[in-house]
């Protein structure tokens, strides 16, 4: 089966080729007509031409846009601006018609209209471009990770744990809710698993088990949030990278940080310059500089205290003031990075405002974690020393009134061997965003889930 | 960071490196000592040598197994068999301490006491290899469907829609229970969607749509069963692979599960054949005979009827009597795959025991479905052909009773250039099952999930 990619790819001029896909567009003239051809293998249009020397020349004049076709044709040279081959055709076989009111019409649709459309969207050229950086995106993350040792892990999705602080959470039953009501109680040993269950917010603890018997690990699965967030940048169901190395410091983890990120970029880029120059040139003008920029940019590594000391010093009207010792507002990040003219680590925070796992730092005050912000997008992964001393993690945990039993096993990852060990997440959909400069995270989700919205 | 793996794969005769790992085993004689070390990057360990003209010989004879260490030696040829190299130690760092009641000591564990220790397991040599074939396999995967030019489409996991019959779902919710059992009613319009939503069973429906947009696209994440099954071959959650390919009808979909299995089964084989091995003397005799045989085979393709027929007339008393018109049992699968000595697609199959999408064959009895079976593990995979013709589609859910509201977009996929497609389904358990010779789900998955058993 040839695909559209193969014709740009390989010679195939004076070649005769049947090759199947749908009508994009189609302009008719008196004597002959082009059909702008896809298979959706390739951003860029095959264009089919014809004249009224084949038999069939009025029918082929009726075909619509939208239809399903398969068509023999010969390759030749372009004689037009903006392709570098085109098909002579032969002869079409209808596959599926498209009726008139096909909603995926060739003129430009709303992003609004489309998301209305989202079983028809991956039609168009802008989001066909989104989804296959997504897929594009995806491997290389795996390849990556795969390349330099890294054991693939899967993180339990439905679990017991109560993830501390993690966010809301979607509670996973098989109690018949109508029962529960009419019963008056809620009896959770004839739930499935014997007590309440719920849909996984992080798989790093787990993932941590994985890095303390293969020393390089990472997960890349769904995660949940059940928060009522109605914003650009949260939805419901999306997609995490965990990695999770042991032997590995903080200064350690922002190597691997930062070479990843660039790797990524980079075969992004390498892999799919027609979307990418798409996505510069009618998404986010500088797009292509901006992440040739990042590939090239020595990322800087500052403290958080360091970070409000330029933040309080710069002439600058804040809405938010920034304080030691507290988090740090968007109009900051995108300051900061401004300040440094290029991606920034900022590392060790203020551990009272971070997670209880963190790596405490001999200042009693902070924690070895680090978030990189990024030019244009502000954080875009978040990672941290893994506290590996025993007695340090039960202590913080009893600070913050946690219960120790329901993590009995990862506190024994402490005793068992435990070492000196770091890992980040990143938040897939916000990659997405940062590479294409689609902004809102509805569009770089096949089937988006927000509150109140569970289509398809 | 230099990895065990590195120290097999390249040559480091003579030379000094540092490398972090853990205690495997350790022997101890008078005057010098050996030390299995690994870092989990490779399948063998790396045997450390040392003696009593260390100044710290004695501390180093106290060290534990399970321990993390950091140890500087040189690497020579090792004088033993068994092992090719070797490290003299001049150094150690102790990274973290193990108790003498480690759980995983040098002998033989059963895997039922392993499954209680889950979150050690992978620091056996049985654990160690099945997740790391899993690791390898999930990217072979990719591999195989993104060099052939698929997009990889992340399936919705949280899903309103309700998959007909492929099985009981998960409810997902944000509703208080106690609350709901207070009230003494279910009220859908203060849940999170504004609706009943549950865990996906199958991304195949909308995965139809990516192939209608990019012709050959591909799931993998991960499905869910609320099934109260205790089986060796049944968990809750579980990860799938749902290919689906536009303008391919049943021997195309055939040719690609038959070409990417075999692609997945020699990547394993080429890339851990020390893991594959070790299956094969300690798992399942004759596990590689049986994988190459199946890379080197050409599979059966045979209808259902003659299925039937074969094994009316097999010498057989059967426990369950085959008939036309009905599905076959486990020991129908292992004599056909028998009989012909090899992979079996049985194919186009009694509608009525097959689901509501798939192409209906001219006989009006069947469809154009197909299931693979593999010796040593009956079905691997299932496909069929999708119904491409909007009327008959729609004929089929009026027979079944299902209601057309809800999938109204999937059914105008056939009116919008719709066209031949196909497409199938691998439960990626099931495949490192039949890899590795391991023959419990529970222990293929990380953190599995069974009726009443969610832990980690």
Redesign the interface.
């Given at each position: 089966?040839i695909?559209v990619?193969d014709l740009f790819a390989e010679d195939y001029i004076n070649k005769e080729v049947s090759i199947?896909?749908?009508?994009k567009n189609h302009r008719k003239q008196k004597e002959f007509g082009f059909i702008d051809f896809n298979?959706?293998?390739y951003f860029k249009n095959l264009q089919i031409v014809y004249d009224n020397s084949l038999d069939d020349f009025e029918e082929i004049q009726k075909l619509h846009i939208?239809?399903?076709i398969?068509v023999a044709g010969k390759i030749i040279k372009s004689e037009g601006t903006g392709q570098s081959i085109e098909m002579k055709l032969i002869s079409y076989k209808l596959?599926?018609?498209?009726?008139e009111d096909?909603?995926?019409q060739p003129k430009r649709h709303t992003r609004e209209f489309l998301r209305e459309q989202a079983?028809?969207r991956?039609?168009t050229n802008l989001f066909?471009a989104v989804?296959?950086v997504?897929?594009?995106a995806?491997?290389a993350i795996?390849k990556y990770f795969?390349d330099n040792?890294?054991?693939?892990?899967?993180?339990?999705?439905?679990?017991?744990?109560d993830a501390e602080g993690a966010g809301?959470m979607?509670?996973?039953?098989?109690?018949d809710?109508?029962k529960?009501?009419?019963?008056?109680?809620?009896d959770y040993t004839k739930d499935?698993?014997?007590?309440p269950?719920s849909?996984t917010v992080s798989g790093q603890l787990?993932a941590e088990?994985?890095a303390l018997?293969?020393?390089?690990t990472y997960t890349f699965?769904?995660t949940?949030r059940?928060e009522?967030s109605n914003t650009k940048t949260h939805a419901?169901?999306f997609?995490m990278i965990e990695p999770e190395i042991?032997?590995?410091d903080l200064e350690?983890d922002m190597n691997i940080m930062e070479e990843m990120l660039k790797y990524v970029v980079k075969y992004v880029l390498d892999n799919l310059p027609e979307e990418m120059e798409f996505f510069d040139k009618f998404v986010e003008n500088g797009l292509l500089e901006k992440l040739n920029k990042l590939i090239n940019s020595k990322f800087t590594r500052i403290d958080h205290e360091e970070v409000i000391k330029i933040l309080k010093e710069a002439p600058v009207k804040w809405e938010f003031q920034p304080e030691y010792g507290e988090d740090i507002a968007k109009e900051h990040e995108k300051y900061i990075t401004e300040y440094f003219n290029g991606p920034v680590f900022i590392k060790n925070w203020p551990k009272d405002i971070k997670a209880f796992y963190m790596k405490q730092n001999p200042d009693g005050k902070t924690v070895a974690a680090v978030d990189l912000e990024v030019p244009g997008a502000g954080e875009l992964m978040g990672g941290s020393q893994r506290e590996?001393d025993y007695d340090k993690l039960v202590n913080r945990m009893d600070e913050l009134g946690m219960k120790q039993d329901e993590l009995d096993?990862?506190l024994?990852?402490?005793?068992?061997?435990?070492?000196?060990h770091s890992g980040f997440g990143m938040g897939f959909e916000r990659l997405i965003i940062y590479l294409t400069g689609v902004d809102n995270i509805r569009d770089v989700?096949?089937?988006p889930?927000t509150?109140?919205?569970?289509?398809?």
């Open positions: 089966m695909d990619k199947s896909g749908w009508i298979d959706g293998t939208g239809s399903a398969t596959e599926g018609d498209c009726p096909y909603p995926i079983y028809l991956t039609r066909g989804f296959r997504r897929s594009v995806a491997y795996h795969q040792g890294y054991v693939y892990f899967h993180a339990p999705i439905i679990t017991a744990a809301e979607f509670q996973v039953t098989t109690l809710l109508d529960v009501a009419k019963s008056g109680k809620v499935f698993f014997g007590k269950a849909l787990q088990s994985f018997s293969y020393k390089k699965g769904p949940f059940a009522n419901s169901e997609w042991a032997f590995c350690g590996e096993w990862y024994n990852l402490r005793k068992f061997g435990g070492c000196v989700i096949p089937y889930r509150p109140g919205n569970c289509d398809y």
